[in-house]
């Protein structure tokens, strides 16, 4: 994995064009696939407890990116399997504090990273601390050229957004919908109207280099109308990037989601089709659901452009070399664990290379540029042999296609990044549900 940055991103940033004749798949195909991911994911996503002394060093030649956890919510959606706990100013304040003592830790191991993600909860939940977290970080780590950060759309229209005006590089809003129908469904009307929310963005993209919408399709109920309403006014907004996430059920969810608020497959296949349609005029395609102004920026998905990251805070998850880390979930044991000098993990999986390749080749397939020559590079290993079985499956599905312009890289079609978008979908899903599990056992002291 010693390959330079520029090897990786060059390997990676192979565009696959929009085919708009193309026949997207059949329910019947979405639910095989979804079937068969199900069972990887039972059989290879799981965690062993442990107590991590530190993080293995850096290694040279390698590059890093971090996530920082921000778990804070002034009210709390039912519907959210993030890790968060309802806000209280004084444990925000102390969680800062100890996170920002975790950054120094990392930065003491010797760590530098390429870019900074923050996600939450609400990651502006005490702005100035924030503010002191951004500007620490950015002074540890020099080689950081972006910061990435999340927030809701409420927080876009309070003046105090403006304090982060030349920290943060991208902000990515999460609306989900401008549709006050599906906002009220989805108890997010709680951030405003549809009419507000566009308002508080449109005022607010000035701030920031690049404005992200986050939106939800696959909603039950949501007629092809409502969703190319939403789009009309995505366009008419006009942001640097475009989001349109799958409406995700995991275990925790799915008995008060399904049926009531997931839309059937074929529904799905069906709005991705107009999705497609609509945003490809206007946009590059930078992943199965990310759209952008330009086809070099970073976005959501930060797993596809780093190979290797670094998660600090409460239910951060970490991926170096080939094992994954995840950090404690009480909030109790964080701040003692952190605040006495001691590292966060109490989770762990280490996964073999089959696995890592898998992995890698999911990846691919969702952000549309898959590359034997990265496989070769990064991997060192020949990707028709050594994923035989899953590159003449994607063949045999139409979701992959030879390049005649460039034998490294792959076209992946149409019907390709709507199966990279399911199985994205309940790789996500499956994360979701082992926070949900690691939550499970926290007691109201460890909140």
Known sequence: MEKSTET?????????????????????????????????????????????????????????????HI????????????????FKEYKAREYFVNLRKEIQSVHDMGYNFTSLYIGGGTTTVLMDELVKTI?????????????????????????????????????????????????????????????????YIQKAQELFPICNVDMIFGFHGQTNEVLRSDLAKLLELSPRQIT??????????????????????????????????TLCHDYTQLSSWAFGKSNNEGFDEYVIDNDEYLGVGSGAFSFLGDTLYVNTF????YNERIGSGRNGVERKRTFDKF????????????AGRLNRRYFKEVHDVNLDRALF????????????????????????????????????????????????????PLKESDM
């Open 330 to 333: 009480s909030l109790r044991r």
């Open 71 to 86: 778990p804070f919510c002034k009210t709390l959606c039912s519907y959210c399997t993030f890790h968060r706990f309802l």
């Open 135 to 199: 500007e620490l970080t950015r002074t540890l780590f020099p080689g950081i050229k972006e910061v990435s950060c999340e927030t809701d759309p409420q927080v876009m229209g309070d003046p105090s957004i403006s304090m982060l005006k030349g920290l943060v590089d991208r902000m990515s809003i999460g609306v989900q919908s401008f549709d006050d129908g599906i906002l009220k469904m989805t108890e997010r009307d709680k951030f405003g109207t549809g009419k507000q929310v566009f308002d």
């Open 8 to 68: 990786i991103r060059t390997a990676y940033k192979g565009n696959a064009k929009h085919e708009k004749s193309e026949a997207i798949a059949p329910g019947w195909m979405l639910r095989a696939t979804e079937a068969v991911m199900q069972y990887y994911l039972d059989k290879n996503l799981t965690l062993d407890p442990c107590i991590l002394q530190e993080f293995p060093k850096p290694q040279e030649g390698h590059q890093y990116m971090m996530y920082a």
């Open 355 to 366: 696995n890592v390749l898998q992995y890698r080749l999911l990846l691919g397939l969702f």
């Open 389 to 440: 079985k899953e590159v003449l499956g994607l063949k045999l599905a139409g979701a992959i296609k030879e390049n005649p312009d460039d034998p490294n890289q792959f076209i992946v079609t149409d019907r390709g990044k709507l199966l990279g978008l399911v199985m994205m979908k309940d790789f996500y899903s499956a994360m979701d549900n082992i926070r949900a599990e690691l939550r499970k």
């Open 244 to 277: 349109t996430y799958p409406l995700m059920v995991t275990s925790q969810t799915k008995r008060s989601v399904k049926d009531k608020i997931a839309a059937p497959p074929e529904i799905m296949a069906e709005q991705y089709r107009i999705i497609l349609d």
